[in-house]
């Protein structure tokens, strides 16, 4: 069997690229791991947004469909299928404003 040759020396720019590359991975894979690690401590914040109170039973017209809530101070309002919103008290429960809406439909 005959020796085989050497092969000849890596170049040395090909060899500073692989350097470099293998830093740039290092510096991706840090660079993710500190983005799970920020969102998971961010998502576990007891000062999150939290959802308003609302009462245990709105008493809704007969036949509606809700497709939203929303509150603000002292109220809270229903967006409905028929095109209404009804502003609620947030105290009482008792219906305060019903509104018409012009969806524009044809």
Request: proline share 10%.
């Amino acid at each position: 069997m005959q020796d085989q040759p050497d092969p000849p020396p890596e170049p040395r720019a090909l060899r500073q690229l692989r350097v470099m590359v293998t830093a740039l991975t290092g510096v991706m894979i840090f660079g993710i791991l500190a983005i799970v690690v920020l969102l998971a401590l961010r998502l576990q914040r007891d000062d999150a947004p939290r959802l308003p109170p609302l009462p245990a039973v709105v008493a809704l017209p007969e036949g509606t469909t809700v497709l939203a809530v929303t509150a603000g101070p002292g109220w809270y309002a229903v967006v409905t299928a028929d095109d209404r919103i009804l502003v609620y008290d947030a105290a009482s429960g008792a219906l305060r404003q019903d509104i018409a809406i012009d969806a524009g439909r044809e």
